[in-house]
T-cell receptor, first 113, second 111 residues
Framework: DAGVTQSPTHLIKTRGQQVTLRCSPK?????VSWYQQALGQGPQFIFQ???????QRGNFPDRFSGHQFPNYSSELNVNALLLGDSALYLC????????????FGDGTRLSIL | GEDVEQSLFLSVREGDSSVINCTYT??????LYWYKQEPGAGLQLLTY?????DMKQDQRLTVLLNKKDKHLSLRIADTQTGDSAIYFC???????????FGQGTTLQVKP
């Protein structure tokens, strides 16, 4: 039973560039949430996708956008990268919309130079 | 707004019990969670408790929920060196899929 998978595992970008991170949910899950975890902090909610639409959004600027595909996989896009975007980006999947237990992938470590 | 707080560090001896505490503010949370994060890894869902429960036991793990005081604890019995990690408490924002995390408690297990 495949868990949540994310790619790539590590990424280095420079300021002003754009990045796309990918996530495949756990088998049987149809909802994907994205979180940003800065060093030494707890994860912060970016947004959640269900039925290919953004359902909830955290306090992140419009530079952060996403997409969900018919097979439930998801992408996180970040434009005009800033140094402060350096973080571990975590994808979580769950079943159905709303309050359900979320299972996390190992994340993508994004470093901005 | 919602807030989740945890103490930052706990050190125990191998074989002892560990108790990690958490306080939260959203009394209408549906679920409360404990996640474990090892170095360089993502978050592993350890256990969760539904808000209408007081206690949940799962092998070496015991979760206690005091809704009146908005206090959640995780007890790990017979703590092992492999339990060394960062433990996060999280609550669900009511009726949404948003998880609100604490800052994490680093558990150090000494042999």
């Amino acid at each position: 039973d495949a868990g949540v998978t994310q790619s790539p595992t590590h990424l280095i970008k420079t300021r002003g560039q754009q990045v796309t991170l990918r996530c495949s949910p756990k088998s049987g899950h149809d909802t994907v949430s994205w979180y940003q975890q800065a060093l030494g902090q707890g994860p912060q909610f970016i947004f959640q996708y269900y039925e290919e639409e953004e359902r909830q959004r955290g306090n992140f600027p419009d530079r952060f956008s996403g997409h969900q595909f018919p097979n439930y996989s998801s992408e996180l896009n970040v434009n005009a990268l800033l140094l402060g975007d350096s973080a571990l980006y975590l994808c979580a999947s769950s079943s159905g919309q709303g309050a359900q237990p979320q299972h996390f992938g190992d994340g993508t470590r994004l470093s901005i130079l | 707004g919602e807030d989740v707080e945890q103490s930052l560090f706990l050190s125990v001896r191998e074989g002892d019990s560990s108790v990690i505490n958490c306080t939260y503010t959203d009394s209408s949370s549906t679920y409360l969670y404990w996640y474990k994060q090892e170095p360089g890894a993502g978050l592993q869902l350890l256990t969760y408790i539904f808000s209408n429960m007081d206690m949940k036991q799962d092998q070496r793990l015991t979760v206690l929920l005091n809704k009146k005081d908005k206090h959640l604890s995780l007890r790990i019995a017979d703590t092992q060196t492999g339990d060394s990690a960062i433990y996060f408490c999280a609550e669900n924002e009511v009726n949404t899929g948003k998880l609100i995390f604490g800052q994490g408690t680093t558990l150090q297990v000494k042999p």
